[in-house]
């Protein structure tokens, strides 16, 4: 079976750095290329740390492209607070040799879904979907080409982490989200729901350093730095792994659990700005739009982690 080709478009960002390991250490993927986007830190950062990444994972000949350095509307929101002033605070990691691509990350989406067969490239954005909603405003002609979009971002039951009701990737660029959701695609959500059931606990952090390897070594690195903001608020035993859950997903689906249903983005309210309205219990007649996950088999996320991880 052929390795599914996909985009990651991304803002590293730790679990961001999880998540493009995961996929450069699994042949199930091919990464046809990486488009950075402005969100946990501005877009120099998230450019530059993508790099950094490809090259701890041996890849210095991935295509790394910058893409938009602020959502369509509204003013950025970082979280260096989560993330340090870097975005990949924790280990201390070389600055990258290989150079960015040339060219916008937007176009690259665009030039890419053109160039492939209809339906043959999944779109897997990690951050604000400022890139995607930007690539279908710019090519309406795209969006029927997608195969699907497998995304980070917003929550149900979990329902916010930058806000009381909503997801950072969400709330960063909601005219965005609002653009996707509504774009017609088939779209995949990895909600705060699952990835707050995915926890790096000591042991499993462990279980990364005890690889042995750079790679190991640094993502052990990057979560003993990136659980102490989520265990202080939460009181939790340990980060939660978001964006690796994207690639998972798309490795082991059999891993989650979730339901087809109507998801809509709040773009309006000051007080519920960038809220995932999901109709969780179908209580709307709104078309159902998403595959909304819920759920996750967290071991077995870690243990096919962990074992893919040690591959690079
Ligand atoms: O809310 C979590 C999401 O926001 C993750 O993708 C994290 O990297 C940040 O982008
Ligand atoms: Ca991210």
Redesign the pocket.
């Known amino acids: 079976m052929s390795a599914r080709k996909i985009i990651i478009d991304?803002?590293?960002?730790q679990?961001?750095a999880v998540?493009i390991l995961l996929a450069l250490a699994s042949p199930e993927l091919e990464v046809l290329g990486i488009t950075a986007v402005a969100?946990?830190v501005p877009l120099a950062l998230t450019q530059k740390n993508a790099r950094i990444i490809c090259e701890l994972a041996g890849r210095p000949d991935m295509a790394v492209y910058a893409g938009c350095d602020a959502p369509l509307k509204r003013p950025l929101v970082t979280a260096e607070h989560v993330h340090g002033k870097t975005g990949l605070d924790g280990p201390d990691l070389p600055d990258p040799v290989m150079a960015l691509a040339d060219g916008h990350g937007v176009d690259f989406i665009i030039e890419t879904l053109r160039t492939h067969d209809a339906g043959t490239v999944t779109l897997c954005p990690?951050?604000p979907l400022s890139n995607i909603a930007t690539a279908f405003q710019k090519a309406p002609d795209i969006v029927n080409r997608v195969q699907e979009i497998v995304l980070?971002g917003g929550a149900y039951f979990a329902v916010g982490n930058i806000t009381p009701t909503a997801e950072?990737?969400i709330y960063v660029d909601p005219e965005a989200a609002d653009i996707v959701f509504k774009s017609g695609v088939n779209i995949t959500v990895v909600p705060l729901d699952v990835t707050h059931k995915v926890l790096v606990t000591s042991a499993r952090n462990d279980a990364f350093r005890a690889i042995g390897t750079p790679v190991g070594i640094a993502v052990a690195q990057m979560t003993d730095f990136f659980e102490r903001f989520d265990k202080e608020k939460y009181g939790s035993l340990g980060a939660p792994l978001?964006?690796p859950c994207v690639t998972a997903y798309l490795i082991r689906p059999d891993l989650f659990g979730g339901r087809h249903i109507n998801v809509e983005i709040e773009t309006s309210s000051p007080l519920t700005l960038g809220m995932t309205v999901a109709d969780w219990w179908g209580v709307t007649d709104r078309a159902p739009n998403a595959t909304f996950l819920g759920d996750v088999d967290a071991d077995g996320f870690f243990a096919l982690l962990t074992d893919r991880l040690a591959r690079l």
């Open positions: 991304t803002d590293p960002g679990d961001d998540a969100g946990n990690l951050g980070m950072f990737n978001h964006d």
